[in-house]
């Protein structure tokens, strides 16, 4: 489960401008973003080479962000595409929305979302993530229950997180459901041990 939004590529005379290359992506807001979960390839041909070359790439900011986003880049369509999974932490969600609106501004463009409402740089903010947090929290909490299943896992940049019913109950039952789920999510990715 997850939520796409799209940026189309600016248009240049006959065409479309180059595709960013990943550094140039990382470096879209002011903030250290990384890519996370690349093996095997030399970091100077990553940073070097173009989005295009990977189908995605899963980029977040250290100590911030627990399950991060992906982008990637469609040359059928000339469009960036930032996916976030459902459900992920606030902050994994407003670095999304902060760096969809650093896209939209570079470019010009609208933001389309796989609903296909449009959105610009300056109303993105405004799109409602809490629903898709807590909807993927019933979602989880749900597997437990319906499936006879004693854990529910989701991945994080670092580590998957393995939800059992009493950290579900602990979620579920606090007055702020969403920080205590984006909490779990971060502290587990943030473990000081080795995986």
């Known amino acids: ?3 796409s939004f799209y940026v189309k590529n600016k248009k240049k005379n006959l065409g479309y401008e180059k595709v960013l290359n990943v550094e140039s992506a990382l470096t879209i807001l002011d ?3 990384n890519v996370y979960n690349v093996l095997d390839i030399d ?3 990553l940073l070097l080479s173009p989005i295009s070359n990977y189908e995605c790439l899963l980029i977040g900011e250290d100590n911030v ?3 991060g986003f992906e982008l990637s880049y469609d040359n059928k369509n000339k469009d960036y595409a930032v996916r976030i999974f459902t459900p992920s ?3 994994d969600w407003l670095l999304a929305l902060e760096y969809i609106k650093a896209f939209a ?3 010009g463009s609208e933001i389309v979302n796989e609903s296909e409402e449009i959105y610009t740089a300056d109303n993105i903010d405004k799109f409602d993530y809490t629903s898709d947090i807590l909807y ?3 979602v989880i909490t749900s597997n437990i229950k319906d499936e006879d299943k004693k854990v529910s896992s989701i991945y994080g940049i670092n580590r998957v997180v393995s939800f059992n019913q009493e950290m579900l109950d602990k979620i579920n039952n606090s ?3 969403i920080d205590t789920f984006s909490n779990i999510i971060k502290e587990i990715q943030y473990l000081d041990a080795y995986s």
């Open 65 to 67: 962000s627990g399950r």
């Open 136 to 138: 993927g929290i019933e």
């Open 175 to 177: 007055d702020s459901p």
């Open 89 to 91: 932490t606030r902050e």
């Open 31 to 33: 903030k250290e973003l």
């Open 105 to 107: 501004k570079k470019f």
């Open 43 to 45: 970091i100077n041909d």
């Open 1 to 3: 489960m997850s939520t």
